[in-house]
Each structure stands twice: as structure tokens, then as C-alpha cells.
């Protein structure tokens, strides 16, 4: 199959070059050509969009890129929208025009967090700038494109120490530079979702005809503070480093883009095609660290085994 991957500079992007290029043809753009396999491409611009997808002629378009800082995106609003919103329009118009189908990746943050646990059919309620941009894309998709896949995907974790923007990254570049303690919320819940699992049972989706929106995370329910403990446990650091509990206000001065208390999602759907590929969150969290971080980590986890 010859796919397009637009936008696909960030760890999922790496991972979906990884898992989808050992069997498929690819073309991977982006405007942060920070790879060898990338090329440059901006999808805000439909011009250059419509000129690298026609020279290619792809069997699917993967409309993967948006700008995933809450707090850019509240500063931005204008430039969150034409990214996260306007582009997805650009897709469907690619994919209507050739009769392909579209891939789009949402979020679980679209979900105002009142819900213990939200499936795939509950209706989403956007906090933010980010939150809504994205969920504004899902309701372009669902309206508009003619073939569809969406997945939503939770608190992603992959790539390797260089992609020091998500929690556990940010967590492992705290250690690395000889924290003691870590300071976790401990009012946040949500569902880990590993990259690599993500990869794996997206490009086995795409492969039948069971179009639509789907929930896409790892297995279990937990939280900030839970998935903070289980990594000191896993590195064998419980006798070095402190966890210490807080609210979310304790950091409000950086994180100040509205969040849902509750991200929790349960892959209905693909449990009822079975189709779930996602591994448990525990599961996944060892298989990753053991995949990016095992040599990384021998400075300040001695301990730690693969």
C-alpha cells in the first residue's frame, strides 16, 4: 500500500515510520525535516499539500501533525485552528478528490473529564483552545470525508531521550539530571498510550473496511501519580527518589491551558471488532523503556534490568 503521512515529524509520526515502512510504501513530510525519511511539506498550505500528495499518488492519506502544546495553543489560538483545524479540511478535500481514505488522529483530551470512563460514543465537550481545534477536526472528518478513520489516542509516550515533551520523557530528563524528588499530580487521570502498540493497530485497521471513529489507548485505568510510580519502580530507584503528591495548582504558573480531571478512555469499539491490539499500560511503560531508555538510564539507575 503507498500511504502519505502528513506531519509526522513528532514520536508518533517516528513510530508510525517504523511499524508502517515494514510493509508498506511511504511518504513522510513534514516542516521539521529532522530525519532522514522525512521531507518537506506544510500542510497549512494546501498548494504544496495538494503537490506532494498528487507527484506520490497514495492509497491512503494519514493526516498525523497538529500542535499538541495546550499552553502554544491558548497563547496561539489563530495558529492553532489553521494547524489543527483549517489543515484537516485540506485532507479531506485530498482524499474526497482521489477516493481514498483519511486517517486522523484526535485526542482524549476533547473531553471535559465529569465522566469516570468515556467509550466511543460519548459526546465530547472541549476545555481549551487545543482541545477544541482538535475535536472541530473530528467533526470535519465525520461530516465531510468519504472514507474515515479516526483514533484517539491518550497521554502518548515514545520516542527516545531527545523527545523530552511528554510526561514520562519529561519524568526521565528530571531523573537523568539527578532529582531525588519528583513532584506529581496526583488529580489527573488518564490513559498512557504507547506509540509503537498505537503503530501496530492502527496499520492493522487500515487494512479492513471498518471505517469510523475509534478510541485508541493502552489498557487499564490509572493516573499521573500511578504511571510516576510504576517508572521509579520499573528503573528500581524506590529507595533514591521521592514521590511527592500535589495538586494541579502547584503548577499553574506553567501548565495553565484548562485540562480534564479525567482522560480515561475504554476502546469499545475495537473490543467489539476485535481488533484491540493496545497491550496494558504497565505492560507498554516496560517495553518502552526497555526499547529507548535501556542504555540511557545505567548512569542513574544502576539497578535497573530490561
Known sequence: ???????????????????????????????????PWLSYSDFRDFADYEKNFSRFEPEILMHIGAHTDLEYCERNPDDAYRTNTLSVNHAITLANAHGIPLVYISTAGIFDGTKALYDDWDQPNPLGVYARAKYMGEVEVLARANKHYIFRAGWMMGGGPAKDKKFISKLMKQLAAGATTLNIVDDKLGTPTYTIDFARTLGAMVETPYYGLYNMVCGG???????????????????KVKINSVQSEYFSSEYFAPRPPCERLYNYKLKLRGMDLMRDWRVALKDYIATYYADHVKPFAPDYQP
Open 221 to 239: 485505568e490509572t493516573g499521573r501519580l500511578e504511571v510516576a510510580e510504576e517508572l521509579i519502580r520499573l528503573l528500581k530507584l524506590e529507595s
Open 1 to 35: 500500500m503507498r500511504i502519505y503521512l502528513a506531519g509526522v515529524g513528532g514520536m508518533l509520526g517516528e513510530a508510525l515510520h517504523k511499524v508502517l515502512g515494514e510493509k508498506h510504501e511511504l511518504l513522510c513530510t513534514d516542516i521539521d525535516v529532522n530525519a
